[in-house]
């Protein structure tokens, strides 16, 4: 495989459920985080994102690393380590205010939407760094 088709399936690899993550997530903003299975679902999305982020990442690391870019590699390599480190903070953020709402606590739902709303930005973010780094990345070695 050339250099620029190991670049264009990391890009693939990562951007496909980093898309598939800011099209879903919205829909979670037209229902009310208070009734337990929409919150239950949020969760679960939350979840298999981190998880399908970690593999992603791990995998573009390794195939830039494999193909001697040391720098994409780590740059990828720090999308997979966000995913890894980040998913057990985020979830025990959404795991705190799903047993605060049903404990009765009536803020949070709003602030389970915060985690939601921090949550897409952060996606959003990464997101758009990835795909201003594809001209850099695709470059012929």
Same mark, same amino acid.
């Given at each position: 495989?050339?250099?620029? @088709? =190991?670049? +264009?399936?990391?890009? &693939? ?5 980093? @898309? ?10 037209? =229902? ?9 679902? *949020? ?8 998880? =399908?982020?970690? +593999?992603? @990442? ?17 740059? =990828?390599?720090? &999308?997979?380590?966000?995913? &890894? ?41 990464? *997101?758009?760094?990835? +795909? ?10």
């Amino acid at each position: 495989m050339t250099p620029d @088709g =190991v670049a +264009v399936a990391v890009m &693939i690899i990562l951007l496909f459920p980093m @898309g598939y993550f800011t099209l879903a997530s919205p829909a979670f903003l037209l =229902v009310k985080l208070d009734i337990q299975p929409v919150a239950q679902l *949020l969760r679960g999305m939350f979840n298999a994102h981190f998880l =399908v982020m970690r +593999v992603a @990442g791990v995998i573009g690391a390794l195939a830039f690393l494999l193909d001697g870019r040391l720098v994409a590699a780590m740059g =990828v390599g720090l &999308i997979a380590a966000l995913a &890894i480190y980040g998913r057990r903070w985020f979830m025990q953020r959404i795991d705190d205010q799903l047993r605060a709402r049903d404990a009765g606590d009536a803020e949070a739902p709003r602030r389970l939407r915060r985690l939601h709303w921090s949550g897409m930005l952060g996606n959003a973010v990464l *997101l758009v760094a990835l +795909v201003t780094s594809i001209p850099y990345i695709a470059i012929s070695a």
